[in-house]
């Protein structure tokens, strides 16, 4: 069975940092881009990062470049995102997604891209 499965949010101060971990199972992992996103009360669902198959190739939104960081191991099947320098508006829910590719390249942060999506994991960034 194909799956994602995220961890680490939870409830952080402004200034603080979390680790984020997508876990993926079912799948041959390196043949997937992945991507991270998150989904605010009354905001769209927003990209904050992507990651290529082999992981050479990132991208990010200006609204997290510079503070938050994603990276694979695909021997581990994960993908992690570290976030720095949290904000109260970073606060949502985040979401790993994947896609198969034959692209080694590939990384976007369009939601339409990918089909396979994990249940999320809540950041809340409050003092």
């Known amino acids: 069975q194909l799956q994602l499965v995220e961890s680490g949010g939870g409830l952080v101060q402004p200034g603080g940092s979390l680790r984020l971990s997508c876990a993926a199972a079912g799948f041959t992992f390196d043949s997937y881009t992945i991507g991270w996103f998150r989904h605010a009360p009354g905001k769209e669902r927003e990209g904050v990062s992507c990651i290529s198959r082999n992981g050479d190739r990132t991208n990010y939104p200006d609204s997290v470049k510079g503070r938050f960081t994603i990276s694979r191991d695909n021997t581990k099947n994960t993908v992690y995102l570290q976030m720095n320098s949290l904000k109260p508006e970073d606060t949502a829910v985040y979401y790993c997604?994947?896609?198969?590719?034959?692209?080694?390249?590939?990384?976007?942060?369009?939601?339409?891209?990918?089909?396979?999506w994990g249940q999320g994991t809540q950041v809340t960034v409050a003092s």
């Open positions: 997604a994947a896609r198969a590719t034959r692209f080694q390249a590939m990384c976007t942060m369009n939601p339409l891209e990918f089909g396979l």
